[in-house]
């Protein structure tokens, strides 16, 4: 079992940036897809950013790219996600998830562990 932990939430001003981190709890992580994903009050769940298990292949929702960077550091059992120029649409909560394998796709379906989820709320 692996849990995730993600940090790095907050309030930040239209146009401001946020880094997102998830710690995990197991170094097994380091052969696994990992993602973020993000859900507004009243919406669904959506894909934002993953990242293949060696860092080589990322993917990005359209509305994020240009603007989030997924990145991981495996020596240290995390992933995260750098938001810049962030717009008040950006406002959800932010959760990490881990995909038994070595590269997943946008479908939270895919995904074996999830974090509790930070909040990111962008004011207008």
């Known amino acids: 079992q692996v849990q995730l932990v993600e940090s790095g939430g907050g309030l930040v001003q239209t146009g401001g940036s946020l880094r997102l981190s998830c710690a995990a709890s197991s170094n097994t992580v380091s052969s696994y897809t990992m993602g973020w994903f993000r859900q507004a009050p009243g919406k669904q769940h959506e894909f934002v950013a993953t990242?293949?298990?060696?860092?080589?292949?990322?993917y990005y929702r359209d509305s994020v790219k240009g603007r989030f960077t997924i990145s991981r550091d495996n020596a240290k059992n995390t992933v995260y996600l750098q938001m810049n120029s962030l717009k008040p649409e950006d406002t959800a909560v932010y959760y990490c998830?881990?995909?038994?394998?070595?590269?997943?796709?946008?479908?939270?379906?895919?995904?074996?562990?999830w974090g509790q989820g930070t909040q990111v709320t962008v004011s207008s």
């Open positions: 998830a881990a995909s038994r394998t070595s590269y997943s796709g946008p479908y939270p379906g895919q995904y074996d562990y």
């Open positions: 990242i293949s298990a060696n860092g080589g292949s990322t």
